[in-house]
């Protein structure tokens, strides 16, 4: 599970680069319950992409796993979704809104067994960092918000 979250973190890290106005990144990790359904995992990446309509997207990337036999690296997974917002209200209004609706329950929950999802505020992360590398400070919170659901 740690190096599944420092992969994620790694990925996030480059997302929130691409764009400085963005601060938080939303991951979705996917297992479908066809593994390796090369349908079904395009479905999902080509439904990932209406979700660029959705007010306070900043980017959405979609795609799948590069195998690897680094022990460091998961592979496991069909798709990875990384979508990057304005702020932690746009990522709230997300949850709600009628196009991540559709997509969640209409192709996510029947085509997938499982979704390890992780939220990640970059910009609150570098004010801690920079918080606990002034003198007289400890270390900064270096925590994540991480679910496991089932669709």
């Not at 979705?28 to 999902?44: H, N, T």
């Not at 959405?60 to 979508?83: E, K, M, N, Q």
Request: proline share 6%.
């Amino acid at each position: 599970m740690r190096v599944r979250l420092l992969t994620v973190l790694a990925l996030i890290c480059v997302s929130c680069q691409s764009h400085p106005s963005a601060t938080v990144s939303h991951v979705v990790i996917c297992w479908l319950k066809s593994p390796g359904d090369e349908a079904a995992r395009q479905r999902i990446i080509d439904a990932s992409q209406d979700l660029r309509k959705i007010p306070g997207v900043v980017s959405v990337t979609a795609g799948h796993p590069i195998p690897s036999t680094r022990p460091v690296v998961d592979s496991s997974y069909d798709v990875g979704i990384i979508i990057t917002f304005r702020d932690e209200a746009a990522l709230r209004a997300y949850e709600t809104n009628s196009i991540h609706v559709k997509a969640r329950n209409e192709i996510l929950r029947p085509l997938t067994a499982k979704l390890v999802i992780y939220d990640f505020d970059a910009a609150k992360k570098e004010a801690d960092a920079a918080v606990a590398s002034a003198p007289g400070h400890g270390s900064a919170d270096r925590s994540s918000s991480a679910a496991v659901t089932k669709p």
